[in-house]
């Protein structure tokens, strides 16, 4: 079984964690009403995918 051999250092320990950190999801134009939605996904104003009608949306 694998043991370390030495403690790992404060320094060493922080620079493998400071990889993680959020990124901000891509986001792009709907092509029918123009507001920004998740790529690849139903726009949740209009309810349009690639062009065409895919769920009914309420008018609010």
Known sequence: MAVP?????????AKRRAQ??????????CSQCHTLKLPHRVCKECGYYD?????KVEAK
Request: hydrophobic content about 40%; overall charge positive.
């Open 5 to 13: 051999k030495r403690k790992t250092s404060k320094a060493r320990k």
């Open 20 to 29: 993680w950190k959020l990124v901000m999801p891509g986001l792009v134009e």
């Open 51 to 55: 062009g065409k009608e895919v769920i």
